[in-house]
């Protein structure tokens, strides 16, 4: 049963990621606005705009362009940019690894942040301590992410001069590890000081989701019946909620954790824009204004890919979370 189960969300990928694939190409040709325009500017003739259009295959009709990208896709060939003349594959592989850091380290604080909050909310239901968690969670799901990466520029970048307001160090990992290696954390720090401001903005989005979540599903499993058993048994109040409430609470949580994690790398673009986070969005975004189709196609199913997968892990935890999970 569970190899049928798991063999079943595997092959849901492909035609999850087929579909994917037909929208991104049907929308980005739906897109105002003109290629060939965009690409040799407002004086450009109509002899010239034809030749372009010609050149990369735009002028035939929507069936025969997919049919052709798909061919491409068979090789592994997403294109090249028409604006940098440079494999997608190249571009994208050099900036997701930034944005993969980013997203990774917004999880952080938003688990750090969500988790202690969410149990605390919980055993303390109607408290002040509570009510101020839910406060929190409104103001972190109504605030736009830019809006907050914005305000702490203007806080600890402009007014007390305290971190990075723009930019990317050295990659976290390599740095910590050159430290070690080394006795200088300089880098380290310098690196940790530019990623600390877009990976918190990004992380107190997560964290207000989260943290509602663990809460609604303690607050659940608190009732039960077999956590009255412990605590009328005289188990530690530590050991009832850690052991058996949270831990009987963590499938809805992990569900959530991941779709979160997936709307952490989408919603970077917004977050590298702002913070001049050399990743996939700042990419994606001149991408965009330029009409590259190459690029944009590549990124933005790259995203959904990701998506697909991350749905997937939580379908196969699952199957390790409870055993008697089947295709059913």
């Known amino acids: 049963m569970r190899t049928r189960y798991i063999l ?36 450009a003739t109509l002899e010239d705009m034809e030749r372009v259009r010609e050149q990369y295959g735009l002028n035939e009709n929507i069936f025969v362009q997919f049919l052709t990208y798909m061919g491409q896709l068979l090789t592994l060939n997403f294109g090249e940019s ?18 993969l850091e980013l997203a990774v380290m917004g999880m952080f604080w938003a688990l750090i942040i969500s988790v202690p909050l969410g ?13 101020a968690s839910m406060v ?34 050295d990659p976290l990992i390599p740095a910590l590890i050159e430290g070690f290696s080394t006795g200088d954390f300089d880098e380290f720090i ?43 048994k005289g188990t530690k109040e530590f050991k009832v909620v850690m052991k058996h409430a949270f831990r009987n609470a963590l499938p809805p ?8 994690f997936g ?28 009409r590259d189709y190459a690029v944009v196609q590549a990124a933005v199913f790259l995203i959904a890919v990701l998506f697909i ?4 892990i939580v379908d196969l935890l699952y199957v390790v979370i409870n055993p008697k999970i089947n295709e059913g």
């Open 119 to 131: 149990i605390l909310s919980a055993v303390k239901q109607n408290s002040w301590l509570d009510n």
């Open 309 to 312: 997968v991350i749905n997937l």
């Open 8 to 43: 079943k969300r595997l092959l849901y990928v492909i035609p999850t990621a087929f579909g994917v694939l037909v929208i991104i190409f049907i929308l980005l040709r739906s897109m105002p606005g003109d290629f060939a325009s965009a690409l040799l500017g407002p004086e």
């Open 82 to 99: 028409v604006i940098y003349h440079t494999p997608v594959m190249e571009m994208i592989s050099t900036a997701f690894p930034a944005t």
């Open 136 to 169: 929190f969670a409104q103001l972190g799901i109504s605030m736009p992410v830019f809006w907050m990466g914005l305000l702490m520029i203007l806080l600890f970048s402009v007014h007390l001069n305290w971190l990075p307001s723009f930019g990317r160090g």
């Open 253 to 260: 949580v992990i569900t959530i954790v991941a779709l979160q």
């Open 190 to 232: 310098r690196s940790f000081q530019k990623i600390l401001m877009p990976s918190f903005a990004l992380g107190i989005m997560g964290s207000a989701m989260i943290s509602r979540m663990i809460r609604s599903t303690m607050l659940e499993v608190l009732d039960m019946d077999y956590i009255r058993t412990a605590r009328a």
């Open 263 to 290: 709307a952490l790398l989408g919603g970077s673009i917004v977050t590298e824009t702002v913070f001049s986070w050399p990743g996939i969005g700042q990419v994606l975004v001149t991408a965009i204004l330029n």
